[in-house]
């Protein structure tokens, strides 16, 4: 499928009554992880779209071993379908470096979307480190996926410690879109060891 097709995201928004999943991320490079994550929001969420936010650079990871953005751009096209999981450079287009920068832009300019953000249990983790967290807390629900080694951490951590008045039990994951945030879940699933790392050694054959 042409790039072209694959990122159907009006440049100035649109007016649409929709649910979407934000999956935000360097992807350097995708990977099935990736893919299987957004199938599963989209199913247990009762989304409409995954975007997949291709970060033009992440300020808390390092820049060494990150490939050029376009590389990246075409690894999350190559999983995308163009339809119901879109890859997208938006956040580049919009020139947002924070995440809070980029869901309040999204929200201007799709006023009538229901977001929710999509993470796993290791971004809860690191949650406290982003930058005005709370804040985003208070613009998108949260749905929080299981990554092995993180989820006992991530529960306990200083972020679902705040918010955990605001959780709501995994049945109800497909009503988060339509809450009033602060509000997020944690969902039971398939846990995928698969990480960008591991890829990226065993490309260059050893560990990094």
């Known amino acids: 499928m042409p790039h072209a097709a694959t990122d159907r995201l009006p440049r100035f ?54 490939a050029p953005m376009s590389e990246r751009l075409k690894s999350a096209r190559r999983l995308a379908g163009g339809r119901r999981i879109i890859a997208t450079d938006i956040e580049a287009r919009l020139g947002t470096r924070y995440t809070v920068d980029t869901v309040r832009a999204l929200v201007r300019l799709f006023p009538r979307a229901s977001f929710v953000w999509i993470m796993g249990a290791d971004i809860l983790e690191q949650l406290p480190r982003w930058r005005h967290w709370q804040e985003l807390s208070r613009m998108i629900p ?63 054959g050893g560990p990094s």
């Open 13 to 66: 928004g649109d007016r649409r009554r929709v649910r979407i999943g934000l999956l935000g991320g360097s992807f350097n490079p995708a990977h099935d992880a990736h893919l299987y994550l957004a199938r599963t929001a989209l199913r247990r969420l009762g989304l409409d779209q995954v975007w997949l936010l291709v970060s033009p650079g992440n300020v808390l990871k390092p820049q060494a071993g990150m």
């Open 142 to 204: 949260f749905a929080v996926f299981p990554r092995p080694r993180y989820n006992a951490r991530a529960l306990a951590g200083a972020a679902a410690r705040c918010l955990g008045a605001r959780r709501i039990p995994a049945g109800a994951a497909c009503t988060l879109a339509a809450r009033t945030p602060p509000a997020w879940t944690f969902l039971p699933a398939a846990q995928r060891a698969t990480s960008a790392t591991a890829i990226r050694a065993a490309r260059q």
